[in-house]
T-cell receptor, first 116, second 115 residues
Framework: KAGVTQTPRYLIKTRGQQVTLSCSPI?????VSWYQQTPGQGLQFLFE???????NKGNFPGRFSGRQFSNSRSEMNVSTLELGDSALYLC???????????????FGPGTRLTVL | AQSVTQLDSQVPVFEEAPVELRCNYS??????LFWYVQYPNQGLQLLLK??????LVKGINGFEAEFNKSQTSFHLRKPSVHISDTAEYFC?????????????FGTGTQLKVEL
């Protein structure tokens, strides 16, 4: 089975622009979560989607949004980019068979976003 | 709210020596516990997890961890490390009650294995 894929792998934007990142989960996985990884703040949960519905949300401003499509693929969008948004954005997918924690989350390689 | 503390930001160790990476957590509810490894320019890979039952958990690549409820710790150990174990290791917790797949991570420990 192919793993979690994220596109693009690298992205350079300037302040004020917006960006859309894409995540394709492992075939059959219905839950997709997004995390931001920075040297200063570490790994922080952004949000989780399951069956096209947001199930959980982290403490990020409204500039960060996401969605999930019927084929479980997910996108996240960041509007009005700030320098502090420079980070590695990781996507993780899981089967989600009922008890969340027994479903292993498989992580993609991430999209490295640089905001200039 | 939950939090995870990884006491050591860097741990240097010689090849074939044992290693312990420390993790303490704080939570007002029962949690599940995880250790992930991240190699350069890659995503995270699950090493092991504690859900319930035996407090000694064995994972991949010869790693194991022990859950200690009284000390709220979940330290990761390996009896003999290899150069290929050089990577960053993250401890994480998930709320048993909250539902979903939200993980709260520690700040990571960089394990550097030297010859």
């Amino acid at each position: 089975k192919a793993g979690v894929t994220q596109t693009p792998r690298y992205l350079i934007k300037t302040r004020g622009q917006q960006v859309t990142l894409s995540c394709s989960p492992i075939s059959g996985h219905r839950s997709v979560s997004w995390y931001q990884q920075t040297p200063g703040q570490g790994l922080q949960f952004l949000f989780e989607y399951f069956s096209e519905t947001q199930r959980n949300k982290g403490n990020f401003p409204g500039r960060f949004s996401g969605r999930q499509f019927s084929n479980s693929r997910s996108e996240m969008n960041v509007s009005t980019l700030e320098l502090g948004d420079s980070a590695l954005y990781l996507c993780a997918s899981s089967l989600f068979l009922g008890s969340p924690a027994i479903n292993e989350q498989f992580f993609g390689p991430g999209t490295r976003l640089t905001v200039l | 709210a939950q939090s995870v503390t990884q006491l050591d930001s860097q741990v240097p160790v010689f090849e074939e020596a044992p290693v312990e990476l420390r993790c303490n957590y704080s939570s007002s509810v029962s949690v599940y516990l995880f250790w992930y490894v991240q190699y350069p320019n890659q995503g995270l890979q699950l090493l092991l997890k504690y859900l319930s039952g035996s407090t000694l958990v064995k994972g991949i690549n010869g790693f194991e961890a022990e859950f200690n409820k009284s000390q709220t710790s979940f330290h990761l150990r390996k009896p003999s490390v290899h150069i290929s174990d050089t990577a960053e290791y993250f401890c994480a917790v998930s709320d048993r009650e909250g539902g979903g797949n939200k993980l709260t991570f520690g700040t990571g420990t960089q394990l550097k294995v030297e010859l």
